[in-house]
């Protein structure tokens, strides 16, 4: 029986939502394409359907394909307690791979920044929050340590471990084994350029951001612009926050989201993109416009220095500087015609079919 693999996914796209986990439908088909067979499982999806080439099965199918031992390696994203853990817990003499993105690791009230005012719950809800940190911790401890030696974890930047290890474990006391490897990109960013595709631009600044949740500090982006009446900013993304509050002048909102596609499109029409955050396992997005080659101001925390340090396109500054005057100018002489490789698929998807194809292999000589 030719070897399969199970991929456990929390949502994944389609025809009504193309959008839903894209970062995992990018793998699959990348590993498709290098002749891997897989079955996408999502606990909530209840009719079998296909997209891409990629299956996305129903519960009734899995059933089916565990009756006749059609699985060979288990991969999953983001590990939860609730609807993961019960599936491989059955399967426990199957290799897995779990790739750690950062819900299953962080804690809600800890590791998160603190939310808008209007974004805020009660007391009820942050202490039973916390209740389920404690036991999703403790259920994804107790799971690796005693499958360990069918386990081999993935996690998408150092910053990430490092907050693994805080909440549930330390690995270097363990014999766990787990690897680095960076979310890939959309392919779009890897092969395109910004400053082959640039046109008039629309506005000085651009920012693709969700509007509601502080860790994508919105806030930040309008401080820059108070500071910088001179400038355009133009928002695109879905919320309320300017329900809440006010819009400068030299602000557009443009209240949806752009198509994964369409991005470099639109990228091109601006001069500078602005990709702050207050917290984030990588921030794949910002990744791609630095590896598009076009100027970016984010950030300067911890994970954005390690993402970044080697783009000489992309600009960090501290939060208290959103509050100043910047220079575009000196900006845009900052575009990168050179691609950067740190996140080509020979340093990412690659890695990951090298993994899977050493696992796979380990399995085979089990049996």
Not at 91 to 105: N, V
Request: aromatic share 10%; charged share 20%; proline share 4%.
């Amino acid at each position: 029986m030719p070897q399969k693999i199970l991929v456990l996914v929390s949502g994944y796209p389609s025809q009504s939502n193309l959008y839903n986990c894209s970062w995992a439908h990018t793998r699959n088909r990348y590993y498709i394409e290098q002749g891997l067979s897989l079955d996408v499982y999502v606990p909530d999806v209840g009719v079998s359907y296909e997209i891409d080439g990629v299956n996305v099965i129903s519960k009734e199918q899995f059933n089916i394909n565990l009756k006749t031992k059609a699985y060979t390696l288990i991969i999953s994203h983001s590990p939860n307690i609730r609807k993961h853990l019960p599936i491989m817990k059955n399967l426990q003499e199957i290799k897995k791979i779990l790739f750690m993105h950062g819900t299953e690791s962080m804690s809600l009230n800890n590791d998160y920044p603190k939310p808008y005012r209007y974004m805020e719950t009660g007391l009820i809800k942050s202490l039973l929050r916390d209740c389920y940190d404690h036991l999703k911790f403790k259920a994804l401890k107790k799971f690796i340590l005693k499958n360990k030696n069918n386990i081999n974890m993935v996690f998408v930047s150092d910053w990430m471990k490092d907050i693994f290890c805080k909440n549930i474990f330390l690995l270097d006391k363990t014999d766990v084994k787990y690897s680095i490897i960076h979310n890939s990109l959309n392919n779009n960013f890897i092969e395109r350029n910004f400053i082959n595709d640039m046109v008039e631009p629309v506005a000085d600044f651009v920012t693709l951001r969700s509007l509601d949740l502080s860790k994508y500090a919105i806030d930040m982006v309008v401080n820059l612009a108070i500071a910088n009446p001179k400038y355009s900013f133009h928002i695109y993304g879905k919320g309320n926050y300017f329900s809440h509050n006010e819009r400068p002048e030299n602000v557009t909102v443009f209240n949806y989201h752009i198509p994964q596609d369409e991005i470099c499109d639109l990228l091109s029409k601006y001069r500078c993109a602005l990709m702050p955050t207050r917290c984030d396992a990588q921030g794949v997005m910002a990744c791609e416009i630095a590896t598009y080659g076009m100027p970016m101001v984010t950030t300067d925390i911890s994970i954005n220095r390690d993402m970044f340090s080697s783009f000489k396109n992309v600009k960090l500054l501290t939060e208290t500087e959103f509050n100043n005057p910047i220079n575009i100018e000196l900006l845009s002489e900052n575009i990168s015609i050179s691609k950067n490789e740190k996140f080509s698929k020979v340093n990412t998807l690659n890695k990951e079919i090298a993994l899977i194809l050493s696992t796979l292999s380990t399995e085979k000589r089990n049996f």
